[in-house]
C-alpha cells in the first residue's frame, strides 16, 4: 500500500519550518536533561555527581572500549584481549570520537545524548507531519523529550538515546521508498542495540505493504496467474531488499564476536538472559505496569481516578492513532507498532526484569537500570499516541462543522488538545521531579563506589596486579589494572566457568576443583567486589581486606559496599 502523500505546502517556508523544529527540539531536550544534570543538591554529598558521573555502571563499560577503540585497541577489555563486553559496538565507536578529540568525557557523552534525543525528536516530528499533519508533529516533537525516562536516558551515558534515533530514521526512510538505505540504518540500529533485530522482520513487512499489487505479481495477469512459486519468489525479492543490506552491515560484528568468543552475539547476551517461557505472565505483567507509568498511558499522580482517566484517554488516543495507520499506511503501522511490540515481547521472554517498587529501591523495574531496556518501545508508542491525538482532535472539528456549519474555532481545537494532555503533562512534572532526584543519586552512587574505588586501586594496588570483580566498569576504566570479570560480561570464558559449576554439587569435590583451577588460571591476586553479590567464583577463597568503600542506601549498583582485598594463597 502506497503512504499517502503530506499536503502540498510552501516549498518557500519549508527550510524555516524544519529551522524552526530542530531548534525547538534542542532547546527541549536541553531544558529536560539540564533538569537532571542541575539537581545534584539531591544527591547524599554535594559534589556534582551528575555533572562528574553516570548513573550506571555499564555506561563506563562502554567508556572502557572507547578509550581502547581511540588507542587503537579494536575492542579490547584488557589491552591484547579481544572481548564483546560492549552491547552496543556501535556506540562505544561513536564515543570513542570524544576520546580521541581530548573532550572531557563525561560532559561530551551527555552532550552527544542530548543532539541525540533532539535529532530523534525531529525525525519523529517529520514522520508524524506526514502521517498525520502539522498538529501529531509539534505535539511529538515537544512530548518526546518531555518523558522522563526519555530525559533520563539523554544525560545516562548509554547507547538508549542513539538506538531510539536509529529506529525512527528506520521508519522515516522506510516510508520515503528508499528501502536500501532503511536496510543500511537498521544494519546501525542493531549494532546500537541487538534488539534492533525486530527491525528486520518489520521491515520486510513493511516493504511488501508498501508495493502496488503489480510489483508483487509476476506474469501477465489477464493471460495466465503467476505459478504460487513465482509469487512467492517475488514476494521475497521485494521484503529482502531492505533486509540483506541490514545483515551486510552487521556482518562483520559477527564476524568478530565468532572470532573473539566462538559466539555470534557480544558475550552480555549470553550473560544477561535465560529462557523464561513462551508465556511468562509474570514478566507480561511488568511490561504492563511500566507503560503505565508514562504519563501518555497512564499517570504518575496520588490519585487513582486520575490514573484511569490518563490511562483510558491514553488507551483511546493509540486506538485512534492505530486505526489512523491501518486505514492510511499500514507499512507506517508495521514500522512502528510491530517492533515496539516485538521488543516488549521478546525482553519479556528473554530478560528477567526486576520487582515492582519505587524507582529509589534497589531491583525496581522503575529504576533505570531495567527500564533502559524497555525504553527503546515508548518512543513508538509515543508517536502513534500523537498521531491518534491529532486525528482524534481532526475528528472532533470535523463533526463541530458539520452541525454547526462553519468551521471550528481555533479556540475549541486547542481547548480539545489541552484536555487531552493535560493529566500526561502534569504527570510528567511529578515523575520527572521524582526522577531528577533518582538519577542524581544514582550518578553519586556509582561514583563514590566503584569510581572512588577504582581510583584507590590505580593509586595503591601494583601496576601487574590483575583485578577480580563483579562490576566491571568504572573499576576497570579507572583502576587501570588487567580486570577480569567475574560475571563473564567482558571475560567471556567465564561463562563457561559458571555453567560448568551450575552441573555440579555446591560445595562437592568438583567444585572445589573446578574453582581452584579457575584462580590458577586467571591469576587473580585482588579483588574489588560487592560483597553480598554474584559470589559463586570465590567460594572457598580467602581474603585479606584492606579498603572499603560505603553508601548508606543502594538504587542503581549490586550492593551498598565495594571491598577491595587482597587474595591470600591457599596453603599448599
Known amino acids: ?80 584481549e579481544p572481548e564483546t563486553g560492549a552491547t552496543s559496538p556501535l556506540w562505544a565507536v561513536v564515543l570513542a570520537g570524544v576520546h580521541g578529540l581530548g573532550w572531557p568525557v563525561v560532559p561530551a557523552t551527555k552532550g552527544l ?27 511529538y516533537l515537544l512530548a518526546l523529550p518531555a518523558l522522563p525516562y526519555v530525559g533520563f536516558a539523554s544525560v545516562s551515558g548509554t547507547e538508549v538515546p542513539l538506538f531510539v534515533m536509529l529506529q525512527l530514521a528506520v521508519a522515516q526512510r522506510a516510508l520515503a521508498g528508499r528501502w536500501r538505505d532503511a536496510g543500511l540504518v537498521a544494519g546501525l540500529a542493531v549494532l546500537a542495540r541487538p534488539e534492533g533485530l525486530v527491525l528486520l522482520p518489520a521491515l520486510a513487512v513493511a516493504a511488501v505493504l508498501a508495493q502496488p499489487p503489480a510489483a508483487v505479481t509476476p506474469g501477465d495477469v ?34 568478530y564476536c565468532v572470532r573473539a568468543t566462538g559466539q555470534p552475539l557480544a558475550a552480555t547476551f549470553y550473560a544477561k538472559t535465560e529462557a523464561l517461557g513462551l508465556v511468562p505472565f509474570g514478566q507480561w505483567f511488568k511490561v504492563a505496569a511500566f507503560l503505565s507509568w508514562q504519563p501518555f498511558l497512564g499517570a504518575q499522580l496520588d490519585s487513582a481516578a486520575a490514573a484511569v482517566v490518563g490511562g483510558a484517554l491514553g488507551l483511546l488516543c493509540i486506538g485512534f492513532g492505530i486505526a489512523h495507520l491501518y486505514r492510511s499506511a499500514r507499512a507506517g ?17 528473554r530478560l528477567p526484569l526486576g520487582r515492582l517498587a519505587g524507582a529509589d529501591e534497589p531491583g525496581s523495574l522503575a529504576n533505570f537500570y531495567f527500564a533502559r531496556y524497555l525504553l527503546p518501545a ?175 542506601h543502594n538504587t542503581i549498583a549490586g550492593d551498598r559496599t565495594v571491598v577491595v582485598a587482597r587474595v591470600v594463597p591457599r596453603p599448599q
Open 333 to 349: 503501522l508495521v514500522l512502528l507498532a510491530a517492533p515496539a511490540l516485538l521488543f516488549l515481547l521478546g525482553l519479556a521472554a
Open 1 to 80: 500500500m502506497h503512504v499517502p502523500s503530506p499536503p502540498a505546502a510552501d516549498s518557500s517556508q519549508a527550510p524555516a519550518r524544519w529551522t524552526l523544529a530542530c531548534t525547538v527540539a534542542l532547546a527541549a531536550t536541553s531544558a529536560a536533561a539540564a533538569g537532571f544534570v542541575t539537581r545534584a543538591g539531591f544527591a547524599p554529598d554535594p559534589s556534582a555527581a551528575a555533572w562528574t558521573s553516570f548513573p550506571i555502571d555499564d555506561a563506563w563499560i562502554h567508556q572502557v572500549y572507547a578509550r581502547g577503540i581511540a588507542a587503537g585497541d579494536w575492542f579490547q577489555y584488557n589491552p591484547g
Open 378 to 552: 515508548v518512543p513508538l508508542l509515543l508517536l502513534v499516541w500523537a498521531i491518534g491525538v491529532g486525528v482524534l482532535v481532526g475528528h472532533a472539528t470535523r463533526l463541530w462543522t458539520a452541525r454547526r456549519s462553519r468551521p471550528a474555532p481555533s479556540v475549541i481545537r486547542m481547548g480539545l488538545v489541552a484536555a487531552l494532555i493535560a493529566l500526561p503533562v502534569a504527570s510528567s512534572a511529578v515523575h520527572a521531579r521524582h526522577l531528577h532526584r533518582v538519577f542524581a543519586r544514582d550518578c553519586w552512587e556509582i561514583d563514590r563506589l566503584d569510581g572512588d574505588a577504582g581510583r584507590w586501586i590505580a593509586a595503591h594496588l601494583p601496576a601487574d596486579a590483575v583485578l577480580g570483580v563483579n562490576d566491571a566498569g568504572a573499576l576497570r576504566y579507572f583502576g587501570g589494572r588487567r580486570t577480569v570479570d567475574l560475571l563473564g560480561l567482558n571475560s567471556h570464558r567465564i561463562l563457561a566457568v559458571r555453567a560448568a559449576l551450575r552441573e555440579v554439587p555446591p560445595k562437592s569435590p568438583q567444585a572445589t576443583a573446578l574453582l581452584q583451577w579457575f584462580w590458577k588460571k586467571e591469576g587473580i591476586d585482588h579483588v574489588a567486589i560487592f560483597p553480598r553479590w554474584n559470589l559463586e567464583l570465590l567460594a572457598g577463597q580467602h581474603f585479606e581486606r584492606m579498603k572499603s568503600f560505603d553508601v548508606q
Open 222 to 255: 489477464t493471460t495466465r496467474p503467476p505459478a504460487p512459486t513465482q509469487r512467492w519468489a517475488a514476494l521475497a525479492t521485494v521484503a529482502m531488499r531492505p533486509v540483506l543490506p541490514a545483515l551486510a552491515v552487521q556482518l562483520p560484528w559477527v564476524a
Open 113 to 139: 545524548g542530548v543532539v541525540l534525543t533532539a535529532a530523534a525528536a525531529v525525525i519523529g516530528f517529520g514522520l508524524a507531519r506526514r502521517l498525520a499533519g502539522p498538529l501529531s508533529a509539534w505535539l
